[in-house]
């Protein structure tokens, strides 16, 4: 697409031809710095911020530190201000610039970029809202690791949300992404269960469902050992021999693990999660696990207690921290400590980011300390995104809180209440699917919509309820802009863009508060890049979808006479559902057409 607008001169870090606003605050920009010299155009766009209450964009003129009262500064903007194709209006208010942009140029130039890069992106793919910031670095995204035999449980739900949130951000902002699932599939529960499988397993259920068996014989082995303390005796000298390579121990753990990820596979199919590998605990290799200790020892930080290893991190208040067992077997410190480093060899990584819960701020810490201590350059690449707790999440019963069942219950809270509009139920194809769809859509959203440090209080009325800021509500929203075509057959297609006549749109307030939110969603995704927060995407999914809400009844289409006034409205309800389709799938949300 070629914008009809006037050309500007370019500021570093913008990009017009992907985010048109930008072009908007350069415009903005050079008005000032052409107003207020020595100020520079670069140092002037740094100024423009989006404005409050109606207001397009401010600028605060103190920040710029110019000698003057900001009264005087204010005055040589606006005394020679003649509106132009990109700024309508100039206020000034006490220490701010206020201005509003040219109404016909912005809806035009918003609705074009949204439809080029929509349907003739040079990728084939849809790119509006996507930039090339990272284009030629590497991140490996760890995220989700589930233990093996363990419930799937509502820490593991958080990280695997918001792992995927990241690994799509970090693709949009053309990343080259690495997915890891780090299942913990070692340690001395497999002694446990191996112990416990020789009473309660059964291979007929572990077929069946590999992940419930396992966590079942698990459970009733724990209770064996509450009254026999040789139980726990027996689990850890299998596991040692299990550590020792002992084959005979090995083969059965290999079928566990085998038939517990091909379940995963599943469960995370449904979620809409993919990894690019599933690693785990016993994978990593015993050749790092014994340099970190030799170095660390060198380093003087090695204390031994008792005949186990601990490492001394009192220095840097994180404490003492083992590394090994009085029995010498590992611990996941060490396993941590030894997979980072095989993962930058094999990987040679720019960043990889830990999505794992708060509660582990120490560990994190600490695992990250001893790598920088043990010299490596790239100990300062690696991050921890943290997030809070889940508080009540249970089912509606209050039982166990394996996810496949989380999801079976919303699926069919949903169902039941589809199955109340007839009508509606009877037009859709697969109510199964849409009722789970709406059901996930529903948990995520819940989990997504606020700081991700947060804890959170599950709620299933308020999560799966139609009404306010809910998953449900999203969908939709994006059900009915997608219903616009099928209602409006007389409409279609619509001609070329640039035969489009948007100039109604102009004087809708509807229309611009849509185009204006619409041409911020390229710095959406780019704020989310910096604070790692979904939380910013959610809350432009329902502004977006409040703002056309409030359209319906002004902005009709269905019954508009005029049928140029009728086209750039369904126009623009069309590039909505396509940016409130692509904020929904950087969210990890499979947008509806139908429910």
Not at 148 to 156: Q, T, Y
Not at 379 to 391: I, M, Q, S, T
Request: with cysteine; charged share 25%.
């Amino acid at each position: 697409m070629v914008s009809s607008l006037p050309s500007l001169p370019h500021v570093s870090g913008t990009d017009a031809s992907s985010c048109i606003l930008d072009a908007f605050r350069i415009a903005i920009a050079k008005r000032v710095s052409d107003a207020l010299p020595p100020l520079t155009l670069d140092q002037a766009y740094v100024g423009v911020d989006y404005g409050k209450k109606g207001v397009d964009f401010t600028v605060a003129l103190p920040r710029f530190r110019l000698p003057g009262k900001p009264d005087e500064l204010a005055a040589k903007v606006v005394s020679n201000f003649q509106p132009d194709d990109f700024v309508a209006s100039i206020t000034h208010d006490k220490q701010f610039l206020h201005f509003q942009l040219n109404n016909a140029s912005l809806i035009r130039e918003v609705l074009h970029q949204i439809h080029t890069l929509t349907y003739e992106s040079p990728t084939g793919k849809p790119s509006y809202g996507t930039n090339t910031s990272g284009a030629g670095k590497k991140v490996v995204i760890e995220f989700s690791s589930p233990n093996i035999a363990k419930s799937f449980h509502v820490g593991h739900l958080r990280s695997t949300i918001i792992g995927t949130f990241l690994v799509n951000l970090y693709k949009a902002c053309g990343w080259d992404v690495v997915s890891l699932n780090y299942l913990g599939d070692w340690g001395t529960q497999f002694g446990m269960i191996a112990v416990g499988f020789e009473k309660y397993g059964s291979q007929e259920e572990l077929q069946k469902d590999a992940i419930k068996h396992l966590y079942d014989v698990y459970v009733k082995v724990s209770r064996d050992a509450e009254s026999d303390p040789n139980v726990k005796v027996e689990a850890a000298q299998f596991f040692k021999r299990m550590e020792d390579g002992d084959e005979s121990a090995l083969v059965n753990w290999r079928v566990w693990r085998e038939l517990s990820v091909k379940k995963y596979v599943e469960e995370y199919d449904r979620l809409n999660v993919s990894f690019d590998r599933y690693t785990g605990e016993s994978e990593v290799g015993k050749e790092w696990q014994e340099k970190a200790l030799e170095q660390l020892d060198q380093l003087g930080l090695i204390t031994d207690v008792n005949g186990a290893k601990l490492v001394d991190l009192e220095k840097w208040k994180m404490g003492k921290a083992v590394l090994r067992k009085a029995d010498g077997t590992s611990i996941y410190l060490t396993r941590d400590i030894a997979g980072a480093i095989e993962r930058y060899e094999r990987y040679q990584f720019d960043k990889m980011i830990y999505v794992v819960a708060s509660q582990q701020d120490l560990h994190l810490a600490q695992f990250f300390k001893i790598l920088h201590l043990m010299g490596f350059p790239w100990a300062n690449r690696l991050e921890h995104v943290n997030y809070g707790l889940v508080l009540g999440m249970s089912t509606r019963k209050g039982t166990a809180v394996f996810l496949d069942q989380i999801i079976k219950e919303a699926s069919s809270v949903m169902h039941e209440q589809m199955k109340r509009n007839e009508a509606k139920y009877n037009a859709i194809e697969d109510p199964e699917m849409v009722s789970q769809e709406v059901g996930i859509t529903g948990i995520k959203i819940q989990d997504m919509a606020a700081k991700r440090i947060n804890n959170y209080t599950f709620n299933w009325d308020r999560m799966l309820s139609f009404e306010g800021d809910t998953g449900p509500y999203l969908q939709y929203a994006h059900v009915r802009l997608t219903s616009m075509e099928r209602k409006n057959p007389e409409l279609l297609p619509l001609p070329p863009p640039s035969q489009v006549d948007t100039s109604s749109l102009a004087d809708s307030s509807h229309a611009r508060d849509i185009a204006i939110l619409l041409g911020s969603y390229p710095d959406v995704v780019k704020t989310a890049m910096k604070t790692h927060e979904p939380s910013g995407v959610v809350t432009f999914a329902f502004r977006l979808s409040h703002a056309i809400s409030s359209a319906w009844e002004t902005l009709v289409v269905k019954g508009e006479q005029d049928l140029d006034k009728a086209r750039a409205r369904l126009w623009l309800y069309l590039c909505a559902r396509d940016v409130l389709g692509a904020a929904m799938r950087l969210l990890s949300i499979r947008p509806l057409e139908r429910m």
